[in-house]
């Protein structure tokens, strides 16, 4: 009988990494999902810890891991990834990013399996070109407020090309721009459960600065799809994935109000620091490549994703 394919999740029981092992269940891999809880939920990975292919550790990844047989894929997805969430963790979110890359990095090495990085779209932190192609180097700030989590994706990729280039490890790099769907924490503080659970419960929206920034928002099933076109094929360079779709923070406010059919009125609340003007993938090698594209708009993601937290 042929072995099945192995893949290692870490940050299994957030938001992506969940939605990640579900998908490659169904695909047929044996996956060994890994977790601290510091921003998941047991929630989340509760279905699948019936499943005999599913096996998971709750372990911190900035420590060293261990992994018993083969492994064909090692899938690095830890990290606080909510601007809330890592303002409060921000020496917890650079050394995932930095020791717990390192780790499954090592892990990747030994097991000569592939890796692949959750990068983000904060790499180019306040983009001073637009829209955002992977040649660009981007403008952070690193000794800003965000710092944390834009500067330790910077050192993982920076220290996955050099796996790379010195271990010629299979190396891959997804550049993640704001992606959105059912199993976010409806409290991470990101906009869209923000939104959601505002309108749900008759509160005010609130919207930081004027709401004329942009982002472009992606629904999680196409993101899921992205990466595993990304896991067949051998790719070192980063990729955008993302739905290039832009809309300002104030349109999204009446999108989500006219959805849930809510009059809840807006409330403007001061900009956080370093806060993004604009941001919008140039999705154009990831269509070339991966023969891939977003297939789901925003308004009927965001009807599943607030018929789910309706449910909660
Ligand atoms: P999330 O907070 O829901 O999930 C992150 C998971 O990683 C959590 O379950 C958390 O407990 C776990 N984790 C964090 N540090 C850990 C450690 N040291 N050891 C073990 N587990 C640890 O966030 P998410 O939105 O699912 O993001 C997942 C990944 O995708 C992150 O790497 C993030 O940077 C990247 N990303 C996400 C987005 C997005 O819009 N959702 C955009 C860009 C990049
Ligand atoms: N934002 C907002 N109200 C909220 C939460 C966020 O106006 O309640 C804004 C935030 O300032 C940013 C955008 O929405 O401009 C997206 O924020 P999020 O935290 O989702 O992710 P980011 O793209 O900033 O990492």
Redesign the pocket.
């Known amino acids: 009988m042929k072995r099945k394919k192995v893949a290692v999740v870490?940050?299994a029981?957030?938001?992506?990494?969940s939605h990640l092992c579900e998908r490659l269940l169904q695909e047929g891999f044996r996956v060994v999902g890994?977790?601290?809880?510091?921003?998941?939920s047991k929630k989340n990975i509760v279905p699948f810890l019936r499943d005999r292919d599913f096996i998971f550790l709750e372990?911190?990844?900035?420590k060293y891991l261990r992994i018993q047989g083969h492994v064909d894929f090692c899938l690095h997805?830890?990290?606080?990834?909510?601007p809330v969430?890592y303002l409060e963790y921000p020496i917890?979110t650079l050394?995932?990013g930095s020791l717990?890359t390192h780790n499954v990095l090592g892990l990747a090495k030994e097991k000569k399996s592939k890796f692949l990085l959750?990068?983000?779209?904060e790499v180019y932190g306040d983009p001073l070109v637009h829209p955002q192609k992977e040649e660009y180097w981007g403008n952070v700030n690193p000794i800003g407020l965000r710092g944390c989590y834009d500067e330790s994706?910077r050192f993982a990729e920076a220290l996955t090309m050099a796996y790379h280039r010195e271990h010629t490890i299979d190396t891959q790099i997804v550049r993640?721009?704001?992606?959105?769907g059912p199993r976010m924490?409806m409290h991470?503080g990101r906009v869209v459960p923000n939104f959601i659970y505002q309108v749900l419960h008759h509160k005010p929206l609130t919207v930081y600065g004027r709401g004329t920034q942009t982002r472009s928002f992606c629904y999680i099933d196409d993101l899921i799809e992205g990466i595993l076109h990304m896991m067949r094929l051998r790719i070192h360079s980063p990729i955008n994935l993302g739905n290039p779709h832009e809309f300002t923070i104030l349109q999204l406010a009446h999108l989500v109000t006219a959805l849930s059919k809510s009059k809840q009125r807006i409330v403007f609340k001061p900009l956080p620091q370093d806060d993004p003007r604009q941001r919008k993938p140039d999705i154009s090698k990831a269509k070339k490549l991966l023969k891939w594209a977003p297939l789901i708009e925003l308004e009927e993601g965001l009807r599943r994703t607030i018929d789910w937290f309706r449910v909660l």
């Open positions: 870490t940050g029981a957030g938001f992506i990494g890994v977790d601290n809880f510091i921003t998941g372990h911190n990844v900035t997805f830890a990290s606080p990834a909510s969430d917890q050394k995932v717990g959750a990068s983000t779209s994706k993640i721009f704001n992606t959105y924490r991470d």
